[in-house]
C-alpha cells in the first residue's frame, strides 16, 4: 500500500539524522476519520477520493506534551510535529510583532505579527519543506517533486540541497525572475507549463510511475498538500501561544489551506491540553470569492476562476481542511480584492513591514472585520504575514 518507493540506484543522503517522532502513531482522514498507517498518500484519503470529495489526512500522535516546554531535539516544537529530527536550515521561531499605532487605528486592543518572511527562504513554507524533506529522506526517496511558482518552489529547492535530495519544481513559464533566478542557483530542475492542471498531471506521473515524492497536492478537485509538510505549519501555533500571544483572531492568506489547517490543528490540540482556555477564530483570507461560496452553499469540488496579483493565493480551488479550519474555530471567509491588498501592504509597509502582498490582504481583512462588528475593542488579532515583498511579481508602488 505504500505508493512512494525509491527510485533505482538512488538512496537518502548520507548523514542526515532523520528521527520520527515515537508519538506518532498513525493517519487519520479529517472527512470521513477513517485511520491509516503510516504511509504515504499524496491524494489524501484513499476512501474519500473514489467517493470523489477528497479529503486530506492528518497525523494522530499516541499523546501530546502536557506543558509548552521547547524539546531537546533538532526541531523546537518536534514533539507536536512527524519528526523531531531532520533536515533544517533553522526555519522556525519567527517574530511576533506588536503593531499599537495600527492597533489604535483599527480600534481594537492589541494586533500582532507573525512574520514569516523571516524564515531562511523567506516564507512560512520553510516549516513545510523541513517536516515534508525529512518524510522524503526516511522513505528513501530520491527525487522530491512539487508544482510551485512561487514561494513554496523556492523552499523546497532549498532544503532538497541541504539534504542531498533531487528537486524537481512543475511551474509556470512566466515564473517571476526573483524565484527563478533562486531555482537555478539551489540547483533544482525547473519543468515549464502554461496551465496550473498540467502541472499537477505532471507531479502525479513523477510519483505514480516513477516513486518520486510529493510535497504538494496534484489531485482534482484539490486536497492539502500531503500530511507530513503539513504538520510542520502546527509550530506557528505554538510559537505563537509560547510567546504569550493568544488572539482572539487569527488572519491567514489562503489558497489551499495548508498553513490554515495547520494552525487549526495545533491550536485544536493545544486547547485539548488545556494549554489556551479558547479557540482563536481563524480567517481565510482569498483575493476573490472560492471558500466564501462554499461557506454560502456551493459545492466544494466546483471550480472557482479569478484573477488576482495576489500571486501566492491564486488558483481556483478550495480545499476540506480550509472549510474545517475556518468552521470549527468559529471563523470564515474574508475576499480582498487586489486594491484591498495594496493598501493593507502598504499600511505594513509605513510600520516597517514589507511584506508580500496577499499578507498585505490581511490588514485589510481585519478592517472588515471591524466594520462587521466581528471584531471588537476588546480583541486581540493576529496577522499571519506569509513572506517578505522583495520578491512579489507585482510591483504595487511603481
Ligand atoms: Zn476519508
Not at 524539546?71 to 521561531?93: C, F, I, M, N, R
Request: net charge neutral.
Amino acid at each position: 500500500m505504500n505508493q512512494v518507493s525509491s527510485e533505482p540506484g538512488q538512496s537518502a543522503a548520507p548523514g542526515a539524522a532523520i528521527r520520527r517522532n515515537p508519538r506518532l502513531i498513525k493517519l487519520r482522514c479529517i472527512g470521513c476519520a477513517r485511520e491509516y498507517p503510516l504511509l504515504d498518500l499524496p491524494a489524501g484519503c484513499p476512501h474519500c477520493a473514489s467517493a470523489g470529495t477528497p479529503a486530506s489526512l492528518e497525523a494522530l500522535y499516541s499523546e501530546l506534551p502536557r506543558t509548552l516546554t521547547a524539546a531537546s531535539s533538532a526541531y523546537k516544537w518536534g514533539d507536536w510535529l512527524p519528526y523531531t529530527h531532520g533536515v533544517s536550515l533553522s526555519e522556525g521561531d519567527t517574530p511576533c510583532l506588536d503593531l499599537p499605532r495600527l492597533a489604535r487605528e483599527l480600534g481594537i486592543r492589541q494586533l500582532s505579527a507573525k512574520h514569516e518572511g523571516m524564515n531562511p527562504t523567506g516564507s512560512h513554507k520553510d516549516r513545510m519543506s523541513a517536516q515534508g524533506v525529512s518524510r522524503a529522506l526516511d522513505v528513501g526517496a530520491g527525487t522530491v517533486v512539487l508544482a510551485s511558482s512561487g514561494n513554496a518552489a523556492v523552499s523546497a529547492a532549498a532544503y532538497c540541497a541541504a539534504a542531498g535530495l533531487r528537486c524537481e519544481i512543475a511551474t509556470y513559464r512566466d515564473m517571476p525572475a526573483p524565484f527563478a533566478r533562486a531555482l537555478h542557483h539551489l540547483g533544482a530542475q525547473r519543468v515549464v507549463f502554461d496551465r496550473g492542471f498540467d502541472r499537477w498531471d505532471h507531479v502525479r506521473q513523477r510519483v505514480e510511475r516513477d516513486g518520486a515524492f510529493a510535497l504538494t497536492n496534484y489531485s482534482v478537485p484539490a486536497v492539502g498538500s500531503p500530511v507530513f509538510g503539513v504538520e510542520g505549519y502546527r509550530a506557528v501555533a505554538l510559537e505563537c501561544v509560547a510567546g504569550g500571544c493568544i488572539p482572539d483572531h487569527v488572519l491567514v492568506p489562503t489558497a489551499r489551506g495548508d498553513l490554515l489547517w495547520g494552525l487549526y490543528s495545533g491550536l485544536r490540540d493545544l486547547l485539548q491540553a488545556g494549554l489556551i482556555k479558547h479557540m482563536p477564530r481563524l480567517w481565510a483570507v482569498e483575493p476573490f470569492p472560492r471558500l466564501s461560496r462554499v461557506l454560502d452553499g456551493a459545492p466544494l469540488q466546483s471550480e472557482f476562476p479569478g484573477q488576482t496579483v495576489q500571486f501566492s493565493i491564486g488558483g481556483s480551488t478550495v480545499t476540506l481542511q480550509q472549510k474545517l479550519a475556518v468552521q470549527q474555530s468559529g471563523g470564515g471567509a474574508i475576499v480582498v480584492n487586489d486594491a484591498g491588498a495594496i493598501e493593507g501592504t502598504s499600511k505594513l509597509a509605513a510600520q516597517g513591514l514589507w511584506v508580500e502582498l496577499c499578507a498585505g490582504a490581511c490588514l485589510s481583512a481585519l478592517a472588515r472585520l471591524r466594520e462587521q462588528g466581528e471584531a471588537g475593542p476588546s480583541h486581540h488579532a493576529l496577522l499571519l504575514l506569509t513572506a517578505k515583498g522583495d520578491r512579489d511579481a507585482f510591483d504595487p508602488f511603481p
